[in-house]
């Protein structure tokens, strides 16, 4: 991980910030200063896409509640901007002022406005957003501005990026600037993830999912990611939770690439098979503890592949994603950050809306098991796990469904 310029000491794998729309982003604040959370080391920032971050004190995390009125999601940011004070003397104002002296008499305040502040960084790439050096006098600096970019920032490689393409892959826009690839590794709860940003984008949302996979215990399971990426929570299984083997479905061939890199760089490799191609046509039966289905709006084209793939004696548990919609929570009603444990039940607090779509979700699956396996099954909800709020009333929750065959009597 590293930062834009020489922040206090950073929390290994970013900062933690609550993310939000820009309408809602002053009254989070309040709320976070009289909650005394706010982290005044860093300033305020404007996310790829438009969101705003603002940061959380690392050692108060365990306090932080999302408020369900102000849609936000918690989340870490890798290039955090120091406040103000701790601006003067940074890299952003490095880079500002060589690219000053590269203009000379050209330079303007149009110009200053389009330098970016805050860029991801990974190991000696930098990755600057989509609205910075717009303006048309850059275009004729060629491949000197970018030289002056790397070198001020102290890197070697220079990319920017455009929005996640919206074909069922999450492909990223970015292009290359400078540089002969775009291969990075970003480290992120000790896990080595590798990707090609120019192919693959590293998702720094669902933190809070990705902790909590890596707290199950999966000591010896066998477990079927059906949409595995680039390995979001098939690294994390593997490497934290104990899962013995991992069986992850991915159909983008580059992501494919990224995470049997990713599975060598963490020593994991020969306790996954890659199953590249349409996880619905896979052909796995009978194998798995746990099933994974990480796919958003809704990983329900999934379910009949997860039934198939559960062990048909002793069951298993699924993971089921879905964006769900709720009506407006009563005025003050709080969700807890996701903290949950797999076995934990939520004592109260869980939505009308939720609870019926868990219901309805456990419903449905058993009979897919019924219906696949000619017998009665029994499937109970363990746990609804809300990652985090769209809008102000859809939510990502996660379902942890307990599936087990009915034994004769
Ligand atoms: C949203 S990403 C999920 C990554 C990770 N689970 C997360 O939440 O960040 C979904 C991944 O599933 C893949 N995918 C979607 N539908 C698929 C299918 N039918 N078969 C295999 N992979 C699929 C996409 O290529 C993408 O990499």
């Not at 959370?37 to 305020?44: A, C, F, P, Q, T």
């Not at 993830?193 to 949302?205: A, E, Q, R, W």
């Given at each position: 991980?590293?930062?834009?310029a020489?922040?206090?000491?950073?929390?290994p794998?970013?900062?933690?910030a609550?993310?939000?729309?820009?309408?809602?982003?002053?009254?989070?604040?309040?709320?976070?200063?009289?909650?005394r959370?706010?982290?005044?080391?860093?300033?305020?920032q404007?996310?790829?896409?438009?969101?705003?971050?603002?940061p959380?004190?690392?050692?108060?995390?365990?306090?932080?509640?999302?408020?369900?009125?102000?849609?936000?999601?918690?989340l870490?940011?890798?290039?955090?901007?120091?406040c103000?004070?701790?601006?003067?003397?940074?890299p952003?104002?490095?880079?500002?002022?060589?690219?000053?002296?590269?203009?000379?008499?050209?330079?303007?305040?149009?110009?200053?406005?389009?330098?970016?502040h805050?860029?991801?960084?990974?190991?000696?790439?930098v990755?600057?957003?989509?609205?910075c050096?717009?303006?048309?006098?850059w275009?004729?600096?060629?491949?000197?501005?970018?030289?002056?970019?790397?070198?001020?920032?102290g890197?070697?490689?220079?990319?920017?990026?455009?929005?996640?393409?919206?074909?069922?892959?999450?492909?990223p826009?970015?292009?290359?600037l400078?540089?002969?690839?775009?291969?990075?590794?970003?480290?992120d709860?000790?896990?080595?993830?590798?990707?090609?940003?120019?192919?693959?984008?590293?998702?720094?949302?669902?933190?809070?999912?990705k902790?909590?996979?890596?707290?199950?215990?999966?000591s010896?399971e066998?477990?079927?990611?059906?949409?595995?990426?680039?390995?979001?929570?098939?690294?994390?299984?593997?490497?934290?939770?104990?899962?013995a083997f991992?069986?992850?479905?991915?159909w983008?061939?580059?992501?494919?690439?990224?995470?049997?890199?990713?599975?060598?760089?963490?020593?994991?490799?020969?306790?996954?098979?890659?199953?590249?191609?349409?996880?619905?046509?896979?052909?796995?039966?009978?194998?798995?503890?746990?099933?994974?289905?990480?796919?958003?709006p809704s990983?329900?084209?999934g379910?009949p592949?997860a039934?198939?793939?559960?062990k048909?004696?002793?069951?298993?548990?699924?993971?089921?994603?879905q964006?769900v919609?709720?009506r407006?929570?009563p005025?003050?009603?709080?969700?807890?950050?996701?903290?949950?444990?797999?076995?934990?039940?939520?004592?109260?607090?869980?939505?009308?809306?939720?609870?019926?779509w868990?219901?309805?979700t456990?419903?449905?699956?058993?009979?897919?098991?019924?219906?696949?396996?000619?017998?009665?099954?029994?499937?109970?909800?363990?746990?609804v796990e809300?990652?985090?709020?769209?809008?102000?009333?859809?939510?990502?929750?996660?379902?942890?469904?307990?599936?087990?065959?009915?034994?004769?009597?």
């Open positions: 991980m590293a930062g834009t020489a922040v206090p000491a950073a929390v794998a970013g900062v933690p609550l993310a939000a729309e820009p309408r809602f982003a002053q009254r989070l604040r309040q709320r976070l200063e009289e909650q959370l706010l982290d005044g080391r860093y300033g305020l404007r996310l790829p896409g438009g969101r705003v971050a603002l959380v004190l690392p050692e108060r995390l365990p306090e932080l509640r999302l408020p369900c009125e102000l849609p936000c999601e918690l870490r940011v890798q290039d955090p901007v120091p103000r004070a701790a601006r003067r003397g940074t952003a104002r490095r880079l500002r002022d060589e690219l000053r002296r590269l203009l000379g008499p050209a330079w303007c305040a149009e110009l200053e406005r389009d330098v970016p805050a860029w991801h960084r990974h190991g000696d790439l990755l600057l957003s989509e609205d050096f717009r303006a048309e006098p275009e004729r600096l060629g491949s000197a501005l970018w030289e002056t970019v790397a070198s001020a920032l890197a070697r490689r220079v990319a920017r990026r455009g929005r996640v393409m919206p074909d069922g892959m999450r492909s826009r970015v292009t290359l400078l540089g002969q690839h775009g291969w990075v590794e970003h480290v709860n000790g896990i080595r993830y590798t990707f090609d940003v120019t192919k693959c984008m590293f998702s720094p949302g669902n933190i809070t999912e902790l909590r996979v890596a707290s199950l215990p999966c010896g066998v477990l079927v990611d059906l949409y595995a990426g680039i390995g979001y929570f098939t690294l994390p299984f593997l490497v934290h939770a104990g899962a991992v069986h992850a479905c991915e983008n061939s580059h992501a494919v690439e990224a995470l049997h890199r990713s599975l060598l760089l963490n020593g994991v490799r020969d306790r996954c098979r890659i199953h590249s191609g349409d996880s619905r046509q896979l052909q796995l039966r009978d194998v798995a503890d746990r099933v994974n289905l990480g796919l958003l990983s329900e084209e379910w592949a039934c198939r793939v559960l048909k004696d002793t069951g298993g548990v699924l993971h089921i994603h964006n919609e709720s407006p929570a005025r003050g009603a709080e969700l807890l950050a996701g903290r949950g444990s797999a076995g934990a039940r939520r004592p109260t607090g869980l939505r009308a809306e939720w609870q019926s868990a219901e309805g456990a419903a449905r699956i058993r009979g897919l098991l019924a219906e696949l396996h000619g017998r009665p099954w029994r499937s109970s909800v363990l746990h809300p990652v985090k709020s769209y809008a102000p009333h859809v939510h990502h929750l996660v379902l942890d469904l307990e599936c087990r065959p009915v034994l004769p009597a």
